[in-house]
């Protein structure tokens, strides 16, 4: 299952590489909006799939190909995240509503 049919909110002009969040999450406008970015992890057929939740907005965080990116275990999304400046330290996760 695509993480557009679990997030169908995620276009594709909203995609992100890792360093476009790093980016997001160091904006100096986020001292005076006081608002956070989070990170969205989404348990798919091969791994989490990572997103970006940034108010009202979801981003799609994808490598140098442009695919979804996607860890296999906690140990790497937590491994990649302590990369990430100012994320919110708290990681949502969602899990479809159907099984593989």
């Known amino acids: 299952m695509s ?11 909203n ?4 360093f476009e969040l790093e980016e997001l999450c160091d904006d100096p406008k986020r001292n005076v909006t006081k608002q ?4 969205v992890l989404t348990l798919t057929e091969s791994g989490f ?4 939740r940034d108010g009202d907005r979801l981003y799609k965080i994808v490598d140098e190909r442009g695919r979804q990116l ?3 275990t906690w140990e790497q999304v937590m491994d990649r995240l302590t990369d990430v ?3 919110y330290p708290e990681i949502i996760c969602r899990l479809p509503r159907t099984a593989f």
């Open 3 to 13: 993480i557009e049919k679990l997030n169908p909110r995620i276009e594709k002009a």
């Open 15 to 18: 995609r992100l590489s890792l």
């Open 36 to 39: 956070e970015v989070h990170a």
């Open 49 to 52: 799939a990572l997103t970006a």
């Open 70 to 72: 996607t860890f296999r």
């Open 85 to 87: 400046p100012h994320i």
